[in-house]
T-cell receptor, first 107, second 113 residues
Framework: KNEVEQSPQNLTAQEGEFITINCSYS?????LHWLQQHPGGGIVSLFM???GKKKHGRLIATINIQEKHSSLHITASHPRDSAVYIC?????????FGKGTHLIIQP | EAGVVQSPRYKIIEKKQPVAFWCNPI?????LYWYLQNLGQGPELLIR????????DSQLPKDRFSAERLKGVDSTLKIQPAELGDSAVYLC???????????FGPGTRLTVL
């Protein structure tokens, strides 16, 4: 069974700060997903990646397959980025999710 | 195009009562998932359908939980009877199958009193 660990569990930062959320997993995967979940809302897929780096607006996701590690970065953070960010990995049996990182960006 | 639709969005019931959740996946998505998400945790798979066939229900507590996807489109998840510990968010997701991206519905937040 794949274990997915995220850190930190909770993160509070000031508007404008550079944010990094980390994810590590124990077994080889086919893809890694970064998901965003707002309070009371559903889950939105931010990135799906299997190698290298992807960028979308102020969000950047990287993955190191050899080290079984991925990071999600947010540049110039804004209060609207406040949400739970979840890392999930795809392998033979489906998706395994991390517990999520609760991010709060204060104005 | 509409995303994954779930109803109701919120449900409050007393313990021992039955409850049902409904999911309408994205058109053309043959794979449908039901997840349970407890507060502060990531989603956990309950059951996965490929068309109308349940291909992975190993994590579904079959003594009280049941699910169906009769025509391979909409799906219903039922709990009977509900227990206090069933309070959680129940998420439905759909995809084209395999390692394709999953699209999530807004979830149903269940509170059992």
């Amino acid at each position: 069974k794949n274990e997915v660990e995220q850190s930190p569990q909770n993160l509070t930062a000031q508007e404008g700060e550079f944010i990094t959320i980390n994810c590590s997993y124990s077994v080889g995967i086919s893809a890694l997903h970064w998901l965003q979940q707002h309070p009371g809302g559903g889950i939105v897929s931010l990135f799906m990646l299997s190698s290298g780096k992807k960028k979308h607006g102020r969000l950047i996701a990287t993955i190191n397959i050899q080290e079984k590690h991925s990071s999600l970065h947010i540049t110039a953070s804004h209060p609207r980025d406040s949400a739970v960010y979840i890392c999930a990995v795809s392998f033979a049996d489906g998706l395994t999710f991390g517990k999520g990182t609760h991010l709060i960006i204060q104005p | 195009e509409a995303g994954v639709v779930q109803s109701p969005r919120y449900k409050i019931i007393e313990k021992k009562q039955p409850v049902a959740f409904w999911c309408n996946p994205i058109s053309g998505h043959n794979t449908l998932y039901w997840y349970l998400q407890n507060l502060g945790q990531g989603p956990e798979l309950l059951i996965r359908y490929e068309n109308e066939e349940a291909v992975d229900d190993s994590q579904l507590p079959k003594d009280r939980f049941s699910a169906e996807r009769l025509k391979g489109v909409d799906s219903t998840l039922k709990i009977q009877p509900a227990e206090l510990g069933d309070s959680a968010v129940y998420l439905c997701a759909s995809s084209l199958g395999g390692y394709n991206e999953q699209f999530f519905g807004p979830g149903t937040r269940l509170t059992v009193l």
